[in-house]
């Protein structure tokens, strides 16, 4: 069990050595064109799902509104 463990920690000293070996050499200027990108596609399924489901979305709310702004 000890020799299990004992490998278990050397594989992850090596996994981290090898992380921060990766993140030294990285560039900190981030990935313009994947946030880019990232964006345009939340925007384009945000447009979809409201148009297909506009109505169901406005019904919906004026539901919700009705429920919260009517006294009983």
Do not use: Q
Not at 11 to 39: Q, T
Not at 42 to 68: E, H, K, N, P, Y
Request: net charge positive; proline share 1%; glycine share 6%.
């Amino acid at each position: 069990m000890m020799k299990i463990v004992g490998a278990v920690l050397v594989l992850r000293e090596a996994f981290v050595h090898r992380l921060r070996v990766v993140a030294s050499k990285h560039n900190d200027r981030g990935d313009v064109p994947g946030w880019v990108l990232v964006a345009v596609m939340t925007a384009g399924l945000v447009t979809a799902i409201w148009l297909i489901a506009d109505d169901a979305l406005t019904s919906v709310f004026d539901r919700a509104m009705t429920s919260v702004s009517v006294r009983n």
